[in-house]
């Protein structure tokens, strides 16, 4: 739940979680629609859906265990290398780190070098001795995000307070290396199209869409334009912006009352729902409600 969203967003979603499935074995006796219900409004969705096929196979295959080798946690549906390394740092504290943001940072900064002329695999297994003296290796993992996050932050470090500074090759050096300046994620424009039922107080949606993600989930018809314009047929309603993931859309909404079905659709209530709803979609749902 962590990957990609902060621990305030995270928590009630997570005791919700835990309330349902206390354990592996609950969890994996579950099914795709419960699960996903619980994680409505918390996006990502890949992650739950790899949570549940996880713990599917961890109960069938693993006797309920994970695995302690890098290659079989690696072979697990949504564990790439961070997740594994954390893992096996976590539940098995075996001397391996975990690179994240946070990770990188502390590591280019002591260096003085930009990440991307690092290559932190090698650096770890260089300085293996080093690194791993304690036996905590599980509590060095937690200290180095926590010390990126909290002392070696992204802007402005406590470099002062740090205990690192006599070693730090970024607080000694005159020639402070600057970070390459991250890639805007270009917006793109869509088209949504609504099908309302205005006596029933109903929307069609669909899971033929041409987003190119949030597959499988329901959503009006949805379309990608250059621009904003008349369409025949149509009423344009509004135009707002809104973030998926990493991605960055401009959404433009028209709309049209009509009793009759379209094809590969499904009527939803624009209220209440025992389905699982995406929270783009229930952001589209607020902002026609005003010509229900
Ligand atoms: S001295 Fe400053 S830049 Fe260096 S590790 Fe500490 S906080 Fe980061």
Not at 132 to 157: I, N, Q, W, Y
Request: aromatic share 12%.
């Amino acid at each position: 739940m962590l990957q990609q969203t902060q621990v305030k967003t995270t928590l009630p979603y997570f005791k919700n979680f835990l309330l349902h499935f206390p354990n592996l074995k609950s969890l994996a006796k579950s099914n795709e629609k419960k699960v996903l219900k619980l994680w409505e409004g918390l996006g990502y969705y890949r992650r739950a859906r790899n949570l549940l096929a996880t713990a599917k196979i961890l109960v069938k295959e693993h006797d309920s265990k994970l695995p302690k080798k890098i290659i079989d946690l690696k072979k697990l549906p949504g564990i790439g290398d961070y997740t594994a390394n954390a893992l096996l740092a976590f539940v098995h504290n075996q001397p391996t780190i975990a690179i994240d943001g946070n990770v990188k940072r502390v590591f280019s900064r002591i260096l003085n070098k930009r990440e991307n002329e690092i290559d932190f695999n090698k650096l770890i297994e260089t300085n293996r001795k080093s690194l791993f003296k304690t036996k905590r290796h599980s509590d060095f993992v937690e200290s180095l995000m926590e010390f990126g996050a909290l002392v070696c932050k992204p802007k402005e470090p406590l470099c002062f307070k740090c205990s690192l500074k006599n070693t730090c090759r970024y607080f000694k050096s005159d020639k402070k290396f600057k970070q390459l300046k991250k890639i805007k994620t270009k917006i793109k424009n869509y088209n949504v199209f609504c099908y309302i039922d205005k006596t029933k107080n109903k929307i069609a949606l669909t899971k033929k869409h041409d987003l190119g993600f949030l597959d499988n989930f329901y959503l009006p018809p949805i379309k990608e334009t250059t621009f904003q314009n008349k369409i025949k047929y149509w009423n344009f309603h509004s135009n707002f912006k809104n973030s998926i993931s990493n991605k960055k859309l401009n959404i433009n909404l028209y709309y049209r009352f009509c009793s009759k079905l379209p094809l590969q659709s499904q009527w939803f209530s624009l209220k209440e729902n025992n389905e699982f709803i995406p929270t783009f979609t229930k952001k589209i749902f607020k902002q026609i409600l005003d010509i229900t």
